[in-house]
């Protein structure tokens, strides 16, 4: 669905990453995005957990997760992972359950992609090339709204993509920190479909 794989956001809000999310070879892929935090030996226990509630891992890519902390007043930097998956609601929103209580995580974002116009669509997902994580979070702390209403984005490590997860309102306040992060909004790649933050 992306041409090139959020953020992670503990409280809401969160790739572009080396490879786009594949298909599983023997049936119909719901291609989805699950965004966790990551503390080694975290990725292949984290695919098994996955599989074993019904969500097909096809990849996934390393991030330095930015989120913004209302407690500490600031935004903080924190290694990510993001998963490609193949995975219905029911799939996507149980794996993520999982993972969050085996990890014991604060919170486990999830993006499934939809049509734009999907009655259930409630999201976007940003992708924007070449941005460093540095300066996103300086632009982060520097934005009273992006702080309330993103709370936070990705870089991916491999190729310093920024990612966002924002809600259909917010894509304002995206475009702003975009740019305040030095990044470029033309050359960003956005896809429709719905959000989830499991607590």
């Not at 600031?74 to 799939?91: N, Q, W």
């Amino acid at each position: 669905m992306r041409s090139v794989p959020v953020w992670l956001m503990v409280c809401l809000g969160v790739i572009f990453s080396a490879g786009a999310p594949a298909r599983a070879d023997s049936e119909p892929c719901q291609s989805a995005e699950l965004f966790a935090a990551d503390t080694p030996p975290f990725e292949l226990p984290a695919d098994e957990t996955i599989a074993h509630n019904g969500a097909s891992v096809t990849g996934s890519t390393p991030l330095d997760g930015v989120f913004w902390s209302p407690q500490l007043q600031r935004a903080t930097v924190e290694r990510s992972r993001e998963f490609h998956l193949c995975a219905d609601d029911g799939a996507l929103h149980t794996a993520a359950e999982a993972l969050r209580r085996q990890f014991g995580q604060q919170a486990v974002l999830t993006f499934a992609y939809l049509p734009q116009n999907a009655p259930a669509a409630n999201a976007v997902i940003i992708d924007v090339p070449l941005v460093d994580a540095a300066r996103f979070r300086d632009a982060l702390a520097a934005d009273p709204a992006a702080r309330s209403r993103l709370r936070g984005g990705s870089v991916t490590i491999p190729d310093h993509t920024l990612v966002l997860v924002a809600g259909n309102d917010d894509r304002e306040v995206a475009r702003r920190v975009v740019g305040e992060a030095g990044g470029d909004w033309d050359a960003a790649y956005i896809a429709y479909g719905r959000s989830e933050l499991v607590e």
